[in-house]
């Protein structure tokens, strides 16, 4: 035992073996999350989801995985193929990066890095660009129109969700998520900030793309938004983001509103776990409860109403720590 | 109102006799046959008075074409038929599709059913055929298509400029319920220009009456308009029993009312979930069909099938009803008076469902008359029209119930109307129980072979979607000779490109739904 | 769009509503069947394709006269052929063939009311399915037969 834990101390190793688990990881959230948002629609719509396959349907998802695996890969004609082909590969790396810096548990995280959070959310960045990629690439008008949605939206969000952060790590001084979970030791930032996580969580949800803000896919009005000429694997790739995304933001908000991997009698995983998909439940629920938010609208919210709430809260934040 | 139009007739042509119609009988009460040349100034004449264009559609006579125009008005009971005799060998006419809107469409229709070509229409491109028919269909003689219109079959292109965007919307769309087409133009999400492409779902049901005794074309009535499909059978089989004069049993109008009344709570129930579904909201669609499941059980148990019915008769209806009917309709009414707050709850008081339909999609009252716009959406902008009150069919003048009109004619009125009207239903539905009596569901001797009157008819009757007219001509056999259907979502369709101009691709999603188009209703 | 606290407030407490419907709905039980597990039954009103039905009289024959008025009346020629024969012993024919052509019928009824000998009925049958066309051009004079044995 003490061998292999000197073994994963080795930098390298810990890495490797962080980014294996990290992508398992991914692969069963994944996974279990379609099953998950088919059963909430499910019993929220007063049906049962899936149920054939294996006990409640435990085993849809992975028939789902083996057909999208085993379907051709269409490439339509006249597309951009090397930004075709690189948009879906793109949305992952982000992904997985972020796994990286996510403290599960007290010794449970790949590296801790002193600015964490600046990593996850540079990361993220990225998502919007291989949308974009995908978009354009696709060559299709619906597709350009989802990804333009996506880039006016990303950038109004991404903005409110920093400042709400930001809020936050001013309490703590540092930039390390394991130093914000600590300092949550005694009360939650959901109690002293609960202005930022409603503006986080908010601005999360749109970040995701997730009802009521997912106009970049809104099928209603775009067919399938930006990846609506994928097909197969690649379109699976999109698919796995977007959920491994939703338990990223819910990841990251535990760790900064409600007390991270903190809480008793439970270990520390359990813990962390169950916090990241009740807030996971809490986004189906939003799904499958609203309608969608006009374009105009949803910039509103952001420019108008979060950005500047966002703003006052750091003002107020600053005055108080000041104080 | 008939008098006076009738004397203002008279004075602004003064050459020409106007004929008094027995209303009873025709469906309207005045007609008058006019010279080309007078056409466009009686077009004026109607415009000026506020009548709308109801209809307009073409007969073959063999030695002659008749246009014909049925002028009709929302404030009261006034039809006016209008005729213009034509030469068959070189058919011209002049447009009326600058004095109304919907003529520009209904003109097209003649168009390409008829090779009737009209004089200053801006685009006669053909509306519902397609390549390869090569004679006018609903001529009598054949008459090969013209080389001219050769060239317009699927001519139809969007038209290229240089910094917009054209969108096909359809005919593959989720949010165009069935096969659709709307070519946008557009600058960025903003419309600049919709312009509807139909006749992806045309079966030439006009046709196929010609073809059809009337007792047989009664199942197509039900594939017309899928979703209203009682009020359909109701308007065909009325439109029948007018025209040969048979009188029905008073039980048979009480259980054809109860029908038809639950047949459009039916319609628009699935119009809420479908609507909430185009602007992303899909559990509502799941609440809607509960309720609608419960109800079709309803219906299924005495009609004996779900959706497309074939329930009534000439005469009467195809069996009793028994007394698990009435539990049945009593429990479902009551459930469905229970389901509105959760209705309201989840959608109506919704912030994001009011962001997303006040203010959009506004029908003016001038627009409406001018595209002759009718049922829901007539109603949302604040004219109270319906054709159960205007001229009541079956037994709908002796049930109590109000009209529920709008106020701003944006989507949101459209939203409450369509509830109010589910009440409305609901509350018709518990007076003819409670006038149901025991008797006879069927004329003694159901006519086994129909002998119509020579002569027309125009009847309307009110389905979930509005104003269905149904023109027949017969000429004493006992098959229609010309049978024509002004249906309503084609109407409601007409106003949709003014609607969508320069709104966002997301409203117009949500205007397209506030208009509930059935799409075989409109390709008929 | 314009954003007031008190109209933030009302639209928050509205989404909340619309949430609480749903939740409750999530902890209720669910209203579908599940087919094929558990089968409703079909009202006995339920259109499915026509038969024929039994002589009251004599259940071991049906009615049919083939005099083939169904024939003349079907709106979409979805009655191909009626055939009998008169049969020793017997004052009318008895029919056999009777080819229905069932992906054009719209089940409409009106050969079933126009049968002289109310030897016409709808079955009960919902879920026809096959793999060709020719899989539903149903005689029913054999389905008549088979029936008959089975029962």
Not at chain 1, 48 to 55: H, L, M, N
Not at chain 2, 131 to 138: M, T
Not at chain 2, 280 to 295: C, K, Q, T, V
Not at chain 3, 62 to 81: D, H, T, V, Y
Request: charged share 20%.
């Amino acid at each position: 035992m003490e061998q292999i834990l000197k073994i994963l101390d080795i930098e390298g190793v810990r890495l490797a073996v962080g980014l294996l688990a990290v992508f398992l990881f991914v692969v069963v959230n994944a996974l279990i999350l379609t099953w998950a948002e088919r059963k909430v629609a499910g019993h929220m719509q007063l049906r049962i989801g899936p149920k054939e396959v294996g006990p409640y349907g435990l085993i849809q998802p992975l028939a789902d995985a083996m057909k999208l695996l085993g379907k051709e890969i269409i490439t339509p004609r006249n597309v951009d193929k090397p930004i075709f082909y690189l948009g879906p590969i793109m949305i992952f790396i982000p992904v997985l990066v972020a796994f990286v810096v996510i403290p599960f548990d007290s010794y449970l995280q790949v590296r801790d890095i002193n600015v964490g959070i600046l990593v996850i959310l540079a990361f993220s960045s990225f998502t919007v660009l291989s949308i974009l990629m995908a978009g354009w690439g696709s060559n299709n008008k619906y597709s350009l129109i989802g990804s333009i949605r996506s880039i006016a939206q990303s950038v109004a969000y991404e903005i409110p969700l920093l400042l709400s952060l930001l809020a936050v790590i001013m309490m703590t001084n540092s930039l390390s998520l394991k130093d914000v979970v600590v300092a949550q030791k005694g009360i939650w930032f959901i109690f002293l900030q609960p202005v930022a996580f409603i503006i986080y969580f908010i601005a999360a949800v749109a970040e995701t793309n997730r009802t009521p803000f997912d106009l970049p896919e809104a099928e209603s009005e775009l067919v399938a938004g930006y990846h609506t000429e994928y097909s197969g694997m690649m379109f699976a790739l999109f698919f796995l983001a977007e959920y491994t995304n939703m338990f990223i933001v819910s990841a990251i908000t535990v760790t900064f509103f409600l007390g991270g991997y903190q809480g008793p009698f439970l270990p520390g995983i359990v813990w962390f776990l169950l916090k990241s998909y009740f807030l996971v439940f809490v986004m189906m629920w939003f799904r499958w409860t609203f309608p969608r938010v006009r374009f105009d609208q949803l910039l509103n919210i952001s420019w108008k109403a979060l950005i500047p709430l966002s703003f006052i809260n750091l003002l107020v934040t600053g005055g108080l720590l000041k104080l | 109102m008939v008098d006076k139009v009738q004397a203002e007739l008279k004075s602004a042509f003064s050459d020409l006799t106007i004929h008094e119609e027995s209303y009873p009988e025709c469906g309207y009460h005045l007609s008058l046959d006019l010279a080309a040349g007078d056409l466009e100034k009686a077009a004026r004449f109607f415009d000026d008075r506020r009548f709308y264009l109801a209809v307009e559609l073409c007969v073959d006579y063999r030695e002659y074409l008749e246009i014909v125009y049925i002028f009709s008005i929302h404030s009261s009971l006034c039809k006016v038929k209008v005729t213009l005799k034509i030469d068959p060998v070189n058919p011209v006419a002049p447009t009326l599709s600058k004095v109304f809107d919907c003529a520009w469409w209904y003109e097209r229709e003649i168009h390409e059913f008829y090779g009737v070509r009209f004089d200053g229409h801006s685009d006669m491109t053909y509306l519902f055929l397609h390549d390869g028919i090569d004679v006018y269909p609903l001529r009598k003689e054949k008459v090969l298509v013209a080389e001219a219109d050769r060239l317009e079959l699927n001519s139809f292109s969007p038209e290229q400029r240089e910094d917009s965007l054209s969108i096909n919307m359809g005919p593959q769309h989720p949010s165009t319920h069935g096969v659709l087409r709307v070519v946008l133009r557009m600058d960025g999400e903003y419309i600049e220009d919709a312009y509807p492409v139909l006749g992806y779902l045309h079966r030439m049901q006009e046709k196929m009456a010609e073809n059809r005794t009337y007792q047989q074309f009664l199942p197509n009535t039900g594939r017309m308009d899928y979703l209203g499909a009682m009020s359909y059978n109701l308007g065909y089989v009325t439109a029948v029993e007018r025209l040969v004069g048979i009188d029905v049993p008073a039980r048979a109008h009480y259980v054809r009312m109860i029908a038809t009344e639950l047949n459009r709570i039916a319609s628009h129930l699935l119009w809420v979930g479908a609507y909430l579904a185009d602007l992303g909201g899909l559990s509502p669609f799941l609440y809607a069909f509960d309720d609608r499941e419960n109800l079709l059980d309803v219906l299924e148990a005495v009609t004996g099938s779900r959706l497309t019915y074939c329930y009534f008769r000439f005469g009467g209806l195809y069996n009793d009803v028994d007394d698990a009917f009435v539990a049945g309709t009593k429990a479902f009414v009551a459930r469905m008076r229970g389901r509105f707050a959760l209705y309201e709850k989840l959608v109506g008081g919704n912030v994001i469902f009011i962001n997303r339909t006040r203010g959009i999609g506004v029908i003016e009252r001038e627009l409406a008359r001018k595209c002759a716009v009718c049922g829901p959406v007539l109603r949302g902008a604040g004219i109270g029209m319906d054709f159960r009150k205007a001229e009541p069919y079956a037994a709908y003048a002796e049930m109590n119930f109000e009209i529920p009109t709008g106020r701003n004619g944006d989507a949101l009125d459209m939203y409450h109307i369509r509830i109010r009207e589910m009440e409305t239903s609901l509350d018709i539905i518990d007076q003819s129980l409670a006038r149901l009596s025991d008797g006879p569901f069927m004329v003694e001797k159901p006519p086994k072979k129909l002998k119509p009157r020579k002569g027309d008819l125009y009847h309307t009757v009110e389905t979930p979607r509005g104003e269905l007219g149904i023109y027949i001509v017969s000429d004493e056999s006992d098959k229609p000779y010309r049978m024509k259907w002004r249906v309503p979502s084609f109407s409601n369709l007409m106003a949709f490109p003014e609607l969508a101009k320069g709104n966002l691709l997301s409203d117009a999603v949500a205007i397209l739904g506030s208009l509930d188009l059935v799409i075989p209703e409109i390709d008929r | 769009m314009t954003v007031t606290p008190s109209s933030f407030i009302k639209g928050a407490a509205s989404l909340a509503a619309g949430m609480g419907v749903t939740i409750k709905s999530f902890f209720q039980p669910v209203v579908t069947s599940q087919y094929p597990h558990e089968v409703l039954t079909i009202t006995p009103r339920f259109r499915g394709h026509v038969m024929l039905l039994a002589n009251p009289e004599n259940p071991s024959t049906n009615a049919c006269i083939s005099c083939g008025i169904c024939l003349r009346n079907c709106p979409s020629g979805s009655i191909k052929l009626v055939e009998g024969e008169k049969r020793e012993g017997e004052k009318r024919k008895t029919v056999t063939t009777y080819i229905l052509d069932f992906t054009t019928c719209s089940q409409c009824g009106i050969c079933v009311e126009s049968c002289t000998t109310n030897a016409l009925g709808f079955s009960g049958d919902f879920n026809c399915a096959g793999f060709k066309r020719e899989d539903f051009l149903f005689d029913l004079v054999k389905e008549f037969e088979k029936r008959k044995k089975v029962s």
